[in-house]
């Protein structure tokens, strides 16, 4: 009996080694091309391949920083249905578009309930609709983002001319220099994804903790998206320090700031 086994586990472990090297063969000449000739004969590739690299590690992976929590746990493991209405089965450059990370705002609007949304860079405004589409009837929206005429995209199609339309403000302007002191105190749930360099980062995060209500969750798009947009992970990093509770959400670039009277997250 132990001797067939031990036979079984051999048999188990020849066939892993197998797939391992079969999967190395296949992997190995694009992983040496993609980091090197490919560096001078096509940078662009050679870029986009060492992204998809990082990405993917940086989403499979937990956090060396802050806590790694899947968005369940993070809010007491609620079941509940979410709504996604949009044209997510087309892609944009830089809109956000992992199905996990779309689930994951709707899932924590859809728990959280929030009275007023403020979302920093509208984008073609997929996730304002699904922000509307996931929040209480009531719930307001605002949205920022630079005046059309220095963007080549249509701001906001996605929610154009939709039900979900009457719940959102379109707003316009520069975050560094946009007056937000109207909405301070008032914004339940805070979406930070505008300008990714550092600078924009921080001042959008310094807006978000003014327009933070008492229970108010800020989250931020591209944490730990290394290849690009290393400002959003050194702003939230260093404001961890202060902070201790942020947290990034499981196989997302997403990083959370809970409201105050969330309970503790050890």
């Not at 190395?24 to 992983?31: L, P, R, S, Y």
């Amino acid at each position: 009996m132990e001797e067939e086994s031990l036979r079984m586990k051999l048999k188990s472990f020849k066939n892993a080694m197998i797939q391992l090297f079969r999967t190395w063969i296949t992997a190995i000449g694009h992983i040496i091309y993609r980091s090197s000739f490919s560096l001078l004969f096509d940078p662009k590739g050679a870029q986009k391949f060492l992204h998809c690299v990082l990405n993917t590690r940086d989403t499979e992976e937990d956090d060396p920083v802050l806590k790694t929590i899947d968005v369940s746990e993070l809010l007491n493991n609620q079941d509940l249905d979410i709504s996604i209405l949009d044209s997510s089965y087309k892609s944009y450059s830089s809109e956000t578009r992992l199905l996990k990370e779309i689930s994951s705002l709707a899932y924590m609007v859809k728990v959280l309930k929030p009275n007023i949304v403020f979302e920093t860079g509208t984008f073609i405004g997929r996730t304002t609709r699904l922000f509307a589409n996931n929040s209480p009837e009531l719930c307001e929206i605002f949205t920022l983002d630079l005046p059309q005429h220095k963007v080549p995209h249509q701001i906001g199609k996605e929610f154009m001319n939709t039900p979900q339309a009457k719940k959102i403000t379109q707003l316009y302007g520069d975050s560094r220099k946009f007056d937000f002191s109207k909405w301070y105190g008032k914004c339940d749930f805070v979406w930070i994804d505008g300008c990714h360099d550092y600078d924009f980062v921080l001042r959008d995060t310094e807006n978000a903790l003014k327009l933070c209500s008492p229970n108010g969750w800020i989250t931020w798009h591209d944490y730990r998206h290394t290849a690009w947009w290393s400002g959003v992970t050194r702003c939230v990093r260093e404001l961890y320090k202060s902070h201790p509770n942020i947290v990034h959400l499981k196989s997302t670039t997403i990083a959370v700031l809970p409201g105050r009277n969330n309970k503790e997250i050890s």
